[in-house]
């Protein structure tokens, strides 16, 4: 059995929790797109973890872990977390041999470019992710597997820059010396050789296990299918899940949608239903929402069906999680848009181009004290028919409802 669990907004809709609730049902989780741009939060008695390339499984002591070759990984991130969790964590983690390597200089290039951008920035984390994934559509990325052999891979890299200086010298890059990144390399290799794998062969050796692929961001900051250009740098979506991973499609099971009772958006771009008024500084602040990457504060808004739909039939979603419920406790009103309008016409599906898009909402009446409730009969009345009304408008069962940050502060219908 292999599930998907993939984001249906902008990121940063609670996947984590999910992903940690139900990862006692799996054998294996596996990360197969993004890098440490991506943060996911997990609360388990009262202890918060941050978590940016480790699959949300590492909070299982059953689950093996696995980092997928679509991930892009920054080492010393992964070193970072992985000491963190304290070392036997290494017994149950595996990095594709076939996932691409970040480097500083491709964080060095991500915020040149940036600047240069000015009034036109993407609102990207600056973390290398964008230009990790050019080198590796440009076949001239590194991989992770290379940091077995390090003589062939510092001779790849002093061509790398040797290739590359004139672009280095206009985005006023020093090229690294290589005495010093040999040395860096070096302890790169002694922390990570021994769980650099092929992990495709490995999954596939497996697949008769339960395996819950985990999506990092979500799916309008798809780069194929999302609001660009003001996207991320990889698929996000569940055929991304697949390619990220070598799952072969036939043998998926179920798609999780996960969405906010609410939307967010952290950077620029396109964003339909943002409030920029009390309502979004109300939600803000009850949300706490700010980046777990970035420590930005997150574009705040109401919920949008049209993108909602669009996210669900995309991603083939069998069941949908709502989260963070809790944190429209209080209002008095609250909007969901239910279509669109651009330049007097009624729009009731999500564009390609989001340009004078304006939403039309509806107002249901609001509730209060969702707050920590397990059981839907326990939730208020109003709360009931808000989440009723989602699930009629994206045609698809809402399974899961989160009501606060601990792991079972959730309903299950």
Not at 118 to 135: H, Q
Not at 306 to 335: H, I, P, Q
Not at 374 to 385: C, F, G, V
Request: with cysteine; proline share 4%.
């Amino acid at each position: 059995m292999v599930d998907v669990i993939v984001g249906l907004q902008w990121g940063d809709e609670g996947k984590g929790k999910i992903v940690d609730l139900k990862a006692k049902n799996y054998d294996i989780v596996v990360r197969s797109q993004g890098g440490h741009n991506a943060g996911h939060t997990v609360v388990v008695d009262g202890k918060k973890y941050a978590l940016h390339l480790l699959p949300s499984g590492v909070l299982n002591p059953n689950a093996m872990n696995v980092i997928g070759n679509g991930v892009v990984v920054y080492p010393p991130q992964l070193i970072k977390e992985i000491k963190n969790f304290g070392h036997d964590i290494k017994n149950k983690l595996l990095v594709s041999d076939k996932a691409h390597m970040i480097l500083d200089h491709h964080i060095k290039i991500d915020q040149a470019r940036e600047k240069l951008r000015g009034k036109n920035k993407i609102g990207t984390t600056g973390r290398g992710i964008g230009p990790a994934y050019a080198d590796k559509i440009a076949r001239i990325g590194i991989r992770m597997g290379e940091l077995k052999d390090l003589d062939s891979l510092i001779e790849r890299l002093e061509h790398y820059y040797e290739m590359n200086k004139g672009y280095f010298k206009y985005l006023d890059i020093e090229i690294p010396d290589m005495k010093k990144l040999r040395e860096e390399l070096q302890n790169w290799q002694e922390e990570l050789s021994e769980i650099i794998v092929d992990t495709t062969k490995y999954l596939w050796d497996n697949i008769d296990k339960n395996i819950l692929l985990e999506g990092a961001q979500a799916t309008l900051l798809d780069i194929d299918h999302g609001t660009y250009p003001y996207v991320t740098s990889s698929n996000t979506i569940t055929s991304g899940a697949l390619t990220g991973s070598g799952i072969p499609p036939k043998k998926l099971n179920k798609v999780i949608g996960i969405a906010k009772a609410y939307t967010t958006r952290v950077g620029n771009g396109p964003f339909p239903t943002e409030d920029l008024g009390v309502d979004g500084d109300k939600i803000r602040k009850q949300g706490a929402e700010y980046g777990t990457t970035t420590g930005r504060p997150r574009r705040c808004g109401w919920f949008d069906v049209v993108a909602a739909k669009y996210a669900v039939t995309l991603n083939s979603c069998d069941e949908v999680a709502v989260m963070k419920l809790d944190v429209l406790d209080g209002f008095e009103r609250v909007k969901v848009c239910v279509a669109y309008e651009r330049d007097g016409e009624r729009i009731d599906y999500f564009p390609s181009n989001l340009e004078r898009i304006k939403p039309i909402y509806v107002e249901l009446d609001g509730w209060d004290k969702s707050a920590h409730v397990r059981k839907w009969e326990d939730l208020p009345s109003n709360a009931k028919k808000y989440i009723e009304f989602i699930e009629e408008k994206i045609g698809v069962k809402v399974k899961y409802i989160s009501t606060g940050a601990e792991r079972d502060a959730t309903i299950i219908r």
